[in-house]
């Protein structure tokens, strides 16, 4: 033992070389740097995953409350809830600045003929790519990417999108995941042909399907690459302070572009039922 005190046999701990008490274990453990990975969360493959279900819940909860209150689930765009947090530029022009969260966890009950196929997808794909995103970035700094690529794809629609048009669904944040993992394959020096050929793929169908926010997709991909990029590149010595400096930059960016568009656009907007943009 390390120590040379006396301990019985049912308190030594077989080690590398011989045998060690209980409280000499209990030293050397403190004194192991814990594994982290690229981007300093904790490694492990036994750590539960909670931000990815949690969001999952809150978007299907935010649906069967639409639904309910529409009394439809195809139809749930008529209900309250829905039209006050869909995304349209004239309105958050107007000062509903809430919109550009909300209409992230809004999902349209008649996607494209299909049923509730928006929601399904979307769900999908946040579970199938977020979960390993979360393993790798750990729970604050996915929450952060998630949050950003959502208010990436926002920010894309105000700048270039139709000023009276609604705009809902979790798909620039799931983009945004597609590209913080696109971040991480090339990070860990790993084939990135199979995530880019998702993205490729993706990206090709917002394009080719009808009724389909390429804006939104396209801005959530770029500010989830962006802030995940700061999130696995920062360097260890300062990598908390410049992963949280780059996450604030690149919100003050969006939130000042926001405002500007907004300002030139000079909406006015009349019970959220008629609007004149002369911008």
Not at 27 to 52: C, D, F, I, Q, Y
Request: hydrophobic share 50%.
């Amino acid at each position: 033992m390390r120590c040379d005190r006396p301990a019985c046999t049912d308190c030594l701990r077989e080690a590398s070389v011989g045998h060690q008490c209980v409280d000499c274990v209990n030293e050397g453990v403190k004194s192991v740097r814990p594994a982290r990975t690229v981007s300093g969360a904790k490694a492990g493959r036994g750590r539960r995953l909670v931000v990815v279900p949690a969001l999952i819940l809150v978007n299907v909860a935010a649906f069967a409350a639409t639904a309910v209150q529409a009394g439809s689930i195809v139809d749930n765009s008529r209900s309250t809830l829905f039209q006050d947090g869909t995304l349209v530029p004239a309105f958050v022009s107007a000062g509903e600045w809430w919109r550009l969260v909300t209409s992230g966890f809004l999902h349209f009950g008649n996607y494209g003929g299909y049923g509730p196929v928006h929601l399904l997808f979307n769900m999908f794909a946040l579970w199938v790519i977020g979960r390993d995103l979360e393993v790798v970035l750990g729970r604050g700094r996915f929450l952060a990417v998630y949050l950003i690529s959502l208010l990436g794809g926002s920010t894309a629609v105000m700048l270039f999108g139709d000023a009276g048009g609604g705009v809902a669904g979790a798909s620039g944040a799931v983009y945004g995941i597609f590209g913080g993992i696109a971040v991480v394959v090339f990070k860990a020096r790993m084939n990135p042909t199979p995530v880019l050929t998702l993205i490729a793929i993706n990206i090709f169908l917002s394009v080719t399907l009808p009724g389909i926010s390429l804006l939104g997709h396209i801005g959530g991909l770029v500010a989830g690459t962006l802030a995940t990029a700061a999130m696995v590149y920062s360097p260890p010595a300062r990598r908390f302070q410049v992963q949280l400096a780059a996450c604030i930059a690149l919100l003050v960016i969006m939130l000042v572009a926001v405002a500007l568009r907004g300002s030139a656009m000079d909406c006015q907007v009349d019970g959220h039922l008629y609007y004149f943009c002369n911008g």
